[in-house]
């Protein structure tokens, strides 16, 4: 009897049904396969090879070019680091001599301002005295009233004024033909009032020594009062002439 199943009758017939099934059941590669695998074989070459480029650029240089390398990077740094000090260092010296540049400009400026109250062409205050020599009779003389003027000098002041009249060091005292005293040619009414700034202390007592001033005006038949006042303003100016003889040597 027979259940409708064949096998193989012999060992050949059986290893050609196996052969056959493994042909079967093995995967069949088609073109499209082949083409991505192609291409998945270049990519991977291609990246091994940039990797061994980036690994032999490394490898392949030198511990002498490293070396130089390395003492280029530090001499460029150290370069800079000089740059920076000199420019720090010049800084420095254009902040000094603006600062020099100030304290010259402002000691100038104060220089100037001394001298052109010593010339008398600006107005002047301060500490100081105020005379007033009564001459009655007009008999004090100008030699006099000059020995006044020399006396407040040399007890240090600074600025003089006789009347409306800047005492400067050209200034001249003289007697009119009237009998009158003038200063620089301005005609001087007594009582003849003088301002001086200076140290009221040594210029007060320096008026008063024995024959000093305060006697010769005594002499002549007048007499000074002297009081010191702490602001005294002397407003009178003079104008500077220009030199006849005289020029700046450049």
């Known amino acids: 009897m027979s259940d409708g199943t064949r ?20 995967p069949q590669a088609t073109l499209a396969q082949v083409i991505v695998g192609l291409l998945c074989v270049l990519l991977g070459l291609s ?19 490293l070396v130089r390398l390395l003492d280029e990077s530090g001499r460029h740094t150290s370069d800079l680091e000089v740059e920076n000090a000199e420019l720090e260092r010049t800084l420095e010296t254009l902040r000094s001599g603006q600062e020099d540049d100030v304290a010259a ?10 001298l ?39 007890a240090g002041a600074e ?20 009998g009158r005293l003038r200063v620089d040619g301005t005609v001087l009414d007594a009582p003849y009032v003088v ?10 007592p320096a008026l008063q020594i024995p024959g000093g ?15 010191a006042d702490d602001d005294v303003r002397i407003e009178a100016t003079v104008e500077l ?3 006849e003889h005289s020029r700046v040597v450049k």
């Open 7 to 26: 096998t193989p009758s012999s060992p050949r017939q059986q290893r050609l049904v196996w052969q056959r099934l493994g042909d079967t059941l093995r």
């Open 47 to 65: 990246i091994a090879a940039q990797v061994r480029e980036s690994e032999d650029s490394l490898e392949g240089a030198s511990q002498q070019e």
């Open 105 to 114: 400009q402002n000691a100038a400026e104060d220089r100037l301002a001394d």
């Open 116 to 154: 052109e109250i010593l010339a008398g062409t600006v107005p002047a205050q301060g500490r100081g005295i105020v005379l007033s020599i009564a001459d009655p009779e007009q008999r004090v003389r100008a030699s006099t009233l000059l020995g006044v003027v020399q006396e407040l000098r040399n």
């Open 159 to 178: 600025v003089i004024q006789i009347g409306d009249v800047r005492v400067v060091a050209s200034s001249a005292i003289t007697t009119g033909a009237d």
């Open 195 to 204: 301002r001086a700034i200076g140290d009221p202390s040594v210029m007060e």
């Open 213 to 227: 001033a305060a006697d010769s005006v005594a002499g002549d038949g007048g007499s000074l009062a002297a009081n």
């Open 241 to 243: 002439r220009e030199p």
